[in-house]
């Protein structure tokens, strides 16, 4: 779905722009952006509620 030339066209115009990967690299994307955010919450002492 994101490689079709018409979803690609609307997501852009929302500011999004797909970037379609295969579910494990997707997995390690996920996880590193997750370890990333932790890190970053718990230096600025960001804490859920």
């Known amino acids: 779905m994101l490689?079709?030339?018409a979803t690609a066209k609307?997501?852009?115009s929302?500011?999004?722009y797909?970037?379609?990967t295969k579910p494990d690299?997707?997995?390690s994307f996920l996880?590193?952006?997750?370890?990333k955010f932790k890190n970053i919450?718990?230096?600025a002492g960001i804490k859920a509620q």
């Open 3 to 5: 490689n079709n030339p």
């Open 10 to 12: 609307k997501l852009g």
């Open 14 to 16: 929302l500011g999004s």
């Open 18 to 20: 797909p970037s379609p």
């Open 25 to 27: 690299e997707f997995k």
């Open 31 to 35: 996880a590193a952006e997750s370890e």
């Open 41 to 43: 919450t718990t230096i």
